[in-house]
């Protein structure tokens, strides 16, 4: 008995046994047996079964198309549904539902080519970026930046674990020099720091005893003698070196308050004497403005005469605050160093040495200057045009040394 109903149950049949039948091409093939029920309810019922194995050929098509899943997975499912249609369990078109399903096969083949592409772009890319990393690293593990290269080599090695493998043998290479880099650097660097943190250590002694010594002097009332110690405390401070951290804070704590202790008393106690010296200060004001009405200077052994006088009242006034010290002394001074200068200049030109050796080249010029004018007659008698011309030109040149000479000569007359 056949059963007419909807487009799949077209594909069915139903005997008054109750199996029930499906057309696929020009076969039939018995598809299970419903003796319950009516024969629309028997077709009705193995529809509902080709009805879901329609749905989830449309969904493998959906996801294939949209690429959601991949080729393994698409394959996969494809052959799940195509295993149920072979000895199918429901009515309908299953030719279609099979050529719908083989249609996506090319599908997946390009995309599987296109992944293969994809995945072969990666594996270079991957390859390039791991061989860059394995070159940095073992610039890294070359040079001595500790801090910087610690933190460089963890950011690497999180980024070539991000990265895709490559085949075995070429992956197995670059990791291991990548490895071998970061090991060398590691080594070095405890190294490095094992002598710091063993000069660290000697410094921290060193500094220990400059800051017993620097307490010990904190007290003193020498003050030159003590702030010279300070100074060669302070230098043996910096060549010792950094000591661990909190302990040398808390040493160059201890250092710096025993010299604040020190030049804190120096400063009051000079401060006391500057209020002292102040009137020195105003006397020797009043002793420059003598000495500077002597200049300028035009008679010099009165001059000389006046400062003897001026020079020791100034040494007689005392001392005077300091932030006055260099102006006052740089006043006196220029006024001293006038006299002196006039002093030698005198000297010089009555030096007799240098007088006899003025007077000596003068004489020599001058019976230079004879022989050549005799000279010069002769080579005029003779016709001697080009030796006329040289004698002439050394004769203007020994006149105008002459004339030289003869200036300098008066200089010590």
Do not use: C
């Not at 293969?116 to 791991?130: D, L, N, W």
């Not at 040289?390 to 000479?405: I, K, P, T, Y």
């Amino acid at each position: 008995m056949t059963a007419q109903g909807n487009d799949h149950s077209s594909f069915g049949r139903v005997e008054a046994d109750g199996t029930v039948y499906v057309r696929i091409g020009d076969e039939e093939r018995v598809v299970g047996q419903y003796p319950e029920g009516t024969p629309e309810e028997a077709l009705a019922f193995y529809t509902k079964r080709y009805e879901g194995l329609a749905f989830e050929v449309q969904l493998v098509e959906q996801r294939v198309r949209s690429e959601a899943m991949s080729p393994d997975e698409a394959t996969a499912s494809i052959a799940r549904i195509s295993e149920q249609l072979v000895e199918p369990h429901a009515v309908g078109d299953i030719t279609a539902l099979l050529a719908r399903l083989n249609s996506l096969k090319p599908v997946i083949g390009i995309q599987r080519e296109k992944r293969r592409a994809e995945r072969s772009a990666k594996v270079e890319e991957s390859r390039t970026r791991k061989n860059a990393i394995v070159t940095e690293a073992e610039k890294i593990a070359a040079g001595t930046d500790w801090r910087n290269g610690a933190n460089r080599l963890r950011d690497l090695l999180a980024e070539w674990k991000d990265l895709p493998r490559l085949e075995k043998a070429a992956d197995d290479e670059l990791w291991h020099r990548f490895s071998g880099a970061r090991t060398t650097y590691t080594r070095a660097r405890k190294a490095h720091f094992a002598v710091v943190s063993e000069q660290r250590d000697g410094a921290r002694v060193i500094k220990e005893r400059l800051v017993t010594e620097a307490e010990a002097l904190a007290g003193s009332t020498d003050w030159g003698g003590t702030a010279t110690q300070y100074r060669n405390l302070m230098s043996a401070w910096k060549a010792a070196g950094p000591a661990p951290k909190d302990i040398d804070d808390a040493l160059w704590k201890r250092f710096r308050g025993a010299q604040d202790t020190f030049f804190g008393a120096r400063d009051a106690d000079n401060a006391k004497l500057d209020e002292e010296f102040a009137a020195n200060a105003v006397v020797k004001e009043a002793i420059l403005v003598e000495a500077e009405a002597l200049l300028p200077i035009t008679d010099l052994p009165a001059a000389k005469k006046a400062f003897r006088d001026i020079a020791e009242r100034w040494e007689a006034a005392g001392k005077v605050p300091r932030d006055q010290i260099k102006s006052l002394e740089a006043r006196i001074r220029k006024v001293e160093t006038e006299i002196r200068g006039l002093e030698e200049d005198q000297w010089k030109k009555s030096d007799p040495e240098k007088s006899a050796r003025a007077d000596g080249m003068v004489g020599q010029l001058q019976d230079a200057i004879v022989k050549i004018e005799a000279d010069l007659e002769k080579a005029r008698a003779a016709g001697n045009a080009k030796k006329v011309k040289d004698l002439e030109e050394n004769l203007v040149s020994r006149r105008a040394f002459l004339e030289m000479a003869k200036k300098t000569a008066s200089e010590f007359s």
